[in-house]
C-alpha cells in the first residue's frame, strides 16, 4: 500500500520552502467551485468546494479509507481534516480573498467534509466572510491558487460560481485572469472571481 503521509510531509515541506523546490509544474490538480451565501445583510461565508485528481484521490483512499470500502466515514473523514487538510492554514487554504481592495486573510474555516465517489475525492469547507451590504457597489474578489505551484487549482469548467440567497440584492460576478497578480516568482496570474454587489433599488 502506497503511504500519503510521507508524500503529505513533502507537501508541506515544499510549500513551506517556497516555489523553487516545487519542480516547476503541478502534482495535483484541483477543480474548484465557490458558493457565495448571503443572509439579510449581505455576503455571509463562501463555501468552498475541490475535486481532486484521481491520482491524488487514490493517494487519499490508500491511506485514510482505512476499511477499503470506497466510502469516506465521519471518523475517517476527521483524520484526513487532522493530516491532509488543516496544514493548509498556514497557506489561506489556497483561497486569497480581498473585499474592496483590501486583503482578507482566511484565518479560519468551517464545517470540513470529505467525501470519496467513483474514486474521486472532494474536500468542502466554510469561510466565514461578512461583507455587509450599501446602496453603493462593494466588490469581493476570490483567487484560488496554491502559492507554491505544487497544486494547480483552477475554477471548475461547469458551475464555478453559485449564488445562494441573493434576493433582495443586485449582484454582478464574473471570472477573469487577475494580469496584475501572480505567483510563482512571478509566471502565473491567478485566475479569480470578481463579485459586485449592492442594496437593490
Not at 99 to 106: C, E, L, N, Q, R
Amino acid at each position: 500500500m502506497r503511504s500519503v503521509i510521507p508524500f503529505l510531509i513533502v507537501f508541506s515541506l515544499l510549500l513551506s520552502m517556497g516555489a523553487p523546490y516545487s519542480n516547476a509544474h503541478p502534482h495535483v490538480f484541483i477543480a474548484n467551485r465557490l458558493r457565495i451565501i448571503f443572509d439579510d445583510d449581505g455576503i455571509s461565508g463562501i463555501r468552498v468546494k475541490w475535486v481532486f485528481d484521481k491520482y491524488f484521490s487514490q493517494m487519499i483512499a490508500d491511506e485514510f479509507d482505512t476499511d477499503r470500502d470506497g466510502v469516506l466515514k465521519p471518523s475517517e473523514v476527521a483524520v484526513i481534516k487532522k493530516d491532509a487538510f488543516s496544514n493548509l492554514a498556514a497557506f489561506d487554504y489556497f483561497t486569497f480573498i480581498k473585499i474592496s481592495g483590501k486583503p482578507f486573510k482566511v484565518q479560519f474555516v468551517r464545517d470540513f467534509n470529505s467525501t470519496l465517489k467513483d474514486g474521486v475525492l472532494t474536500y468542502e469547507f466554510l469561510i466565514p466572510c461578512h461583507v455587509k451590504a450599501a446602496k453603493t457597489v462593494k466588490e469581493l474578489r476570490v483567487s484560488p491558487y496554491d502559492p507554491s505551484y505544487y497544486s494547480l487549482v483552477l475554477f471548475a469548467e461547469t458551475d464555478p460560481v453559485t449564488l445562494v440567497n441573493y434576493n433582495g440584492f443586485d449582484v454582478d460576478h464574473k471570472i477573469a485572469k487577475n494580469t496584475q497578480e501572480s505567483y510563482y516568482n512571478g509566471q502565473v496570474n491567478p485566475y479569480e472571481m470578481v463579485l459586485k454587489f449592492r442594496l437593490a433599488k
